[in-house]
């Protein structure tokens, strides 16, 4: 989790410059030729969004082998193949976020001198919004490098963390084996921190995809600002503005397109990789298990553990972990645009969100026991029915036919049961939001039409802020239901995680073998 945080901390660092970098009021398309082409180290802040795509190209990937490496130290703690590695990448990070800050205290120093400089005319000085994305992102980095700071002790930690289960598992199989009998399972704490180390070897599709991902969602943001831009452009300048908003358009949506072509793909086949490692060690530690298991044992249990359960830890730990960080990255990087469009509308949109989010972990809490519960009725349900089918002959010996529809259909309405309160409270909560929503939407129109008519803002600024409050609110709607599926993963991987950890009672490898096998046929 360390990781993941340290790398949605470089995500958000980047996704605030560009996006203040792109919000600035000055934002036509002159104005960003020129400070491309005729850079000015005191009043661009080119070399800043470099700055912060390089920390992110360079510090993520390298903080997340480190933890992978970390994960897999736990059985030879001493390899200094692997030490040496991990050195080299913190060393990799450490020299990046050092040399950041130095360039940002350098920056910042001979910008605020050249701001204040007499001499200087106000066209060379930093733009207002370039001066708060270079704060902004120094205040980014500063937290890097106080979260970096940590690293150290948190990754000893995760190192002793990882060496002590290992031992602690190694000694509860030991003290099973020396009773005998007992039932051998070891009992880990399920939780998404072992969830996602099931994604480290996809970590070559995942990082691209994650690369593309930001591009895509980058591409979606700006969208509608180049909107109200277009409608601005046909209210006070002419054609010829209109179709260089247009042409702007249309690139911003063919780079949107084919990254998220790119993205969905990625995703796609790591889902497909990770879910048919996961069926194979599921059905390897099936098969390694004591005769008697299965007899205690339902054979359309662990049929249906690797079917469904397997097809839903694969949806929610690729799929739908792509749709939540575009979601959220959306919500961030259109919230930094209309700070910069009105900050007083942001304020009143900004207004609601305390209140979904309280909703939301009051109905995460009860959707994830309504899940594990109706999944596993539907297991029960396809368990009766392969049972009695794969022994109909059995069946129909015993005229025991209608005993086993009744005890399908009463697991069938067990299961509808659990369903329909599952739907009560998906409708409650879907109901609950769309009101508070919609309500914020209509208040924030009402707000921003009188602000146009004062003339405080143009109608194309309240256009492109419309648009950016139903990007939200739609991705709200989105991170909603997924939030519902990633607890349905949870109640899944219980039960796959229970198989995986079981140890079996009699071990049916090894064993003593003979050296030499000598016999003799006598035929009469």
Known sequence: MYAIGFSTLLALDF?????????????????????????NFTSGILDVVALTALRLLVCAPCILSIETLIHQSGNDPFNRQRHKKIATRRFAIGVVLLGSTMFYIVKL?????????????????????????MSVSAGFCLAEDVTFAFNWVVMRHLRNHVILSINTDEEGAEEEEGEGGSDKKKKKKVDWKRMGTLMNAEKGLLLPGSFFLL???????????????????????????????????AIIFMVGAVASMCRSYLFTLAGQRLVARIRI???KAIIDQEIAYFDLTRTGDLTNRLSSDTQVLQNALTVNVSML??????????????MALSWKLTLVLLSIVPIIAIGAV??????????????????????????????????RSFSNEDKS????????????EIGRKLARAIAIFAGVVSVIAQGAIALVLWYGAKLVVDGKI???????????????????????????????????????????????????????SLDRLQGSELLR
Not at 405 to 416: L, N, R, T
């Open 15 to 39: 996704l605030a410059v560009v996006a203040t970098w792109v919000a600035a009021d000055k934002a036509q398309s002159e104005f960003f030729i020129d400070h491309i082409t005729d850079f």
């Open 109 to 133: 120093v001979l910008v605020l001198l050249h701001q204040f400089q007499d001499n200087v005319k106000a066209a060379d000085k930093m733009d207002i919004f370039y001066l708060v994305a």
């Open 215 to 249: 591009i895509s969602t980058a591409a979606t943001t700006l969208a509608p600002r180049y909107f109200g831009e277009v409608i601005d452009a046909a209210t006070k300048y002419g054609q010829a503005a209109v179709n260089q908003k247009i042409s702007i358009l």
């Open 281 to 283: 060690k599921l059905y």
């Open 325 to 338: 960080l575009r979601n959220c990255m959306s919500v961030f990087a259109s919230m930094g645009f209309m």
């Open 362 to 395: 009051q109905y995460g809490s009860v959707l994830k026991e309504l899940r594990k519960s109706f999944q596993d009725e539907l297991g029960n349900a396809s368990t009766v029915a392969e049972e009695a089918i794969s022994s109909i002959r059995t069946v």
């Open 405 to 416: 529809k009744a005890d399908y259909a009463e697991h069938i309405d067990k299961s509808y």
């Open 458 to 512: 143009s109608a194309g600024i309240l256009f492109s802020f419309m648009l950016y409050t139903i990007t939200i609110a739609a991705a709200f709607a989105t991170i909603t239901s997924l939030y519902g599926d990633f607890m349905q993963a949870v109640g899944a991987s219980v039960r796959i995680f229970e198989l995986m950890d079981r140890m079996p009672e009699l071990n049916c490898r090894g064993g003593i």
